[in-house]
């Protein structure tokens, strides 16, 4: 009990001071712990960083700018704590798999990554972006994707695992159409939010955007080959769900191709 509340009010903290660059030894103060400590935690029940979070919580509420709001790139930049445009187009690259400028048109692939809620059953996502987008086309087929050997692709380098993300989000948007919105929900899971209401129209997209399974990216003059995993379930009663991105990992039927 102790550990929650400390997590919960270093989750406050942040989300209270996102735009005010605090450092993270502020945060372990406002939460009564050792930095150590703090780190730690985050690791233990997020599975990353302190400073990961922060990044995250950044980019994704900058992308729900881009979308909705006419700010620059460098007025986000700067209202988001970067020194430069590039910096900031860097960050916002790892989390929504594309640059601003790109993203604005309609790439990429939107985070959800939204304040968690504790509780005692555990750490729930509650991503409003996505669960607005589910509850419009409620009935309808969640796609998901996932990208296999991810741990081997960051082993060689975290930016050959940045550029297999973007890669993958590439592919998936080659096969959607305009109104499909695609939503990262995790390290290196996608899901996207289609019109479809027949399995086997799911079906089609996934099997195309797995077609591509063992095509090369470039990196640093390497070529690395590029598999995707792909799975689909009916939009049913997430609508009612606190955490659709529970809801996506529990209720889909994966199927796995090879």
């Not at 406002?30 to 960083?49: G, M, T």
């Not at 939204?114 to 589910?134: D, F, I, K, Y």
């Not at 063992?214 to 606190?242: D, H, I, M």
Request: proline share 3%; aromatic share 10%.
């Amino acid at each position: 009990m102790e550990k929650y509340f400390e997590l919960k009010c270093a989750l406050e903290y942040i989300e209270q001071h996102i735009l005010d660059s605090c450092t993270q030894e502020e945060i372990a103060r406002a939460a009564c712990v050792s930095l150590s400590s703090l780190q730690k935690l985050f690791r233990y029940v997020f599975n990353h960083s302190v400073g990961e979070h922060i990044t995250k919580r950044k980019m994704t509420l900058a992308g729900e700018e881009l979308l909705s709001g006419s700010a620059s790139v460098a007025e986000l930049a700067a209202k988001y704590g970067y020194s430069s445009t590039e910096a900031f187009s860097r960050a916002f690259r790892k989390v929504n798999c594309c640059l601003p400028s790109d993203y604005r048109r309609g790439h990429g692939a939107q985070s959800a990554f939204s304040p968690p809620t504790l509780s005692e059953e555990g750490v729930s996502w509650e991503a409003p972006a996505l669960l607005q987008a589910m509850r419009e086309l409620e009935d309808c087929f969640v796609i998901c994707f996932d990208i296999a050997g991810m741990k081997q692709l960051n082993a060689l380098s975290w930016e050959a695992g940045d550029q297999a993300l973007v890669r993958a989000a590439e592919l998936i948007h080659a096969h959607k159409t305009g109104s499909m919105r695609l939503f990262r929900i995790g390290g290196d899971e996608f899901a996207l939010v289609t019109p479809f209401r027949r399995a086997e129209q799911a079906q089609r997209l996934v099997d195309a955007v797995l077609a591509h399974n063992g095509e090369s990216f470039l990196f640093k003059g390497q070529a690395v080959p590029l598999c995707l995993w792909g799975w689909y379930g009916r939009n049913t009663a997430v609508s009612l769900s606190p955490d659709p991105i529970g809801h996506l990992h529990s209720q889909m039927q994966r199927s796995r191709i090879e």
